[in-house]
């Protein structure tokens, strides 16, 4: 069965720090996709990286994927409360269904 | 360029009535996955559909639980004879096509009384 572990589960932090979200599988998968999730609203989707050791930035955030593909992190820059909000990370099942196997999500808090 | 939509937002259900949850895909996506988000749980899958076709349904419940999407119209997530355990968010995800990157709907939010 193929599982993702986020870490940490809540994370809060003062305006202008920095943070590291992880994401671990023992499995490996062919793409890892981010998600921020808001209260009483659905996903968004900020992300997708496909290759191994593959780094992107979206502004403040930088996204990377293990080597071996069976990693993430998240990285924020001086955040902002405008980053609060609950992030996840999503895997493709095994199959190539399009199924996706989520984590169980990191609540971030950014306090002003 | 509209997103998906879903609704209703909010359904309330007594114990052993139907719901049914309506999903819209974004203009030009022919594929429709459904997840399920339990209170204090991550989200799960349910099931994917392409139009009029049934691709992969392992994360639906044995019983109670039915989706389609027609040729035309909306997917239809269906629960027939609902109890207070299937009270969640549903959320309804499209692509264009097969992949997991797929865009999200504001979920339908179900509580059964």
């Known amino acids: 069965t193929q599982l993702l572990e986020q870490s940490p589960q809540f994370l809060s932090i003062q305006e202008g720090e920095n943070l590291t979200v992880y994401c671990n599988s023992s499995s490996v998968f062919s793409s890892l996709q981010w998600y921020r999730q808001e209260p009483g609203e659905g996903p968004v989707l900020l992300v997708t990286v496909v290759t191994g050791g593959e780094v992107k930035k979206l502004k403040r955030l930088t996204f990377q994927f293990g080597d071996a593909r069976k990693d993430s992190s998240l990285h924020i820059t001086a955040a902002q409360p405008g980053d609060t909000g609950l992030y996840l990370c999503?895997?493709?099942?095994?199959?190539?269904?399009?199924?996706?196997?989520f984590g169980q999500g990191t609540t971030l808090q950014v306090k002003p | 360029n509209a997103g998906v939509m879903q609704n209703p937002r909010h359904l309330v259900r007594r114990r052993g009535q139907e719901a049914r949850l309506r999903c819209s895909p974004m203009?030009?996506?022919?594929?429709v996955y459904w997840y399920r988000q339990l209170p204090e749980e991550g989200l799960k899958f349910m099931v994917y559909l392409q139009k009029e076709n049934i691709i992969d349904e392992s994360g639906m419940p044995k019983e109670r639980f039915s989706a389609e999407f027609p040729k035309e119209g909306p997917s239809i997530l269906r629960i027939q004879q609902v109890v207070r355990g299937d009270s969640a968010a549903y959320f309804c995800?499209?692509?264009?096509?097969?992949?997991?990157?797929?865009?999200f709907g504001p979920g339908t939010r179900l509580t059964v009384t």
């Open positions: 203009k030009g996506h022919s594929h």
């Open positions: 999503a895997g493709g099942g095994s199959g190539n269904t399009g199924k996706l196997i």
């Open positions: 995800a499209s692509s264009p096509r097969q992949t997991y990157e797929q865009y």
